[in-house]
C-alpha cells in the first residue's frame, strides 16, 4: 500500500470534528501522485459528498473547462481541500473544522511534493498563504513558501455567481500556465 493510500484509509476512518457526522463520503483528493501542481479547494459541496471527489458539480465542471484552457487537468495535477467533509449547506468550514482536517492536506502535500500549489478562494488562500489574504486584491500574486510557490484564483463557485470576475481570472491562469512551464510542471 502506498503511502497515500495509507494516509487515504486514515481519513476515511476520521471523526475528528462535527461534519464526520453529517457526512455522505469522505472526500480525499484526486490526481497523480506525485504532483507538481496542486488545487486546493475550501471543502466539499452537495454533489462532491454524494460521489466522493472533489469538484465534481457545476463548479466542478467549470475547474475542468478552466485547467483545460492551460493544458491541465485530473490527469496531470491534484485536486483536494481544507476539509475533507462537506460543511452543512456548503457554509466555510469553521476554524476547528479546518483544524481538525489541515493534518491529512499537510500530509497530502508531503507525499504530492508540489512546485505550485493553487488556492481556489479566499478560505484556502486564508489557510495556505497568509491570514489576512484577500482575494479581491491579491489574486494571481505569487508568495514562496519552503520553496514551494503559492498564488490564489477565484473559486469557481464564485466565477459561477460573478460572471464579471472572469477576465481577471483569465489572465491568473496565463500567469499560471508560465509559471508551470517555467519551473517544468507542464
Excluded at 109 to 138: H, N, S, W, Y
Amino acid at each position: 500500500m502506498s503511502d497515500m493510500e495509507a494516509l487515504k484509509n486514515r481519513c476515511l476512518q476520521c471523526s475528528g470534528c462535527r461534519l464526520a457526522a453529517t457526512r455522505t463520503n469522505v472526500v480525499f483528493g484526486v490526481g497523480p501522485v506525485p504532483s507538481p501542481i496542486v488545487f486546493v479547494g475550501e471543502g466539499p459541496g452537495q454533489q462532491e459528498d454524494l460521489q466522493g471527489e472533489p469538484f465534481v458539480g457545476a463548479a466542478g465542471k467549470l475547474l475542468d473547462d478552466m485547467l483545460s484552457i492551460i493544458d491541465l487537468g485530473r490527469h496531470n495535477c491534484y485536486i483536494a481541500n481544507i476539509v475533507k467533509c462537506r460543511p452543512p449547506q456548503n457554509r466555510d468550514p469553521m476554524q476547528d473544522e479546518q483544524d481538525a482536517c489541515i493534518g491529512y492536506l499537510n500530509e497530502q502535500l508531503a507525499i504530492l511534493q508540489p512546485k505550485i500549489i493553487v488556492c481556489l478562494g479566499r478560505i484556502a488562500a486564508m489557510r495556505l498563504i497568509k491570514e489576512d489574504f484577500r482575494i479581491t486584491r491579491e489574486h494571481g500574486q505569487w508568495f514562496s513558501k519552503n520553496g514551494v510557490e503559492y498564488t490564489a484564483i477565484y473559486h469557481p463557485s464564485a466565477l459561477l455567481r460573478d460572471v464579471s470576475k472572469r477576465p481577471e481570472t483569465f489572465s491568473d491562469l496565463m500567469a499560471l500556465r508560465e509559471k508551470a512551464r517555467a519551473l517544468g510542471c507542464i
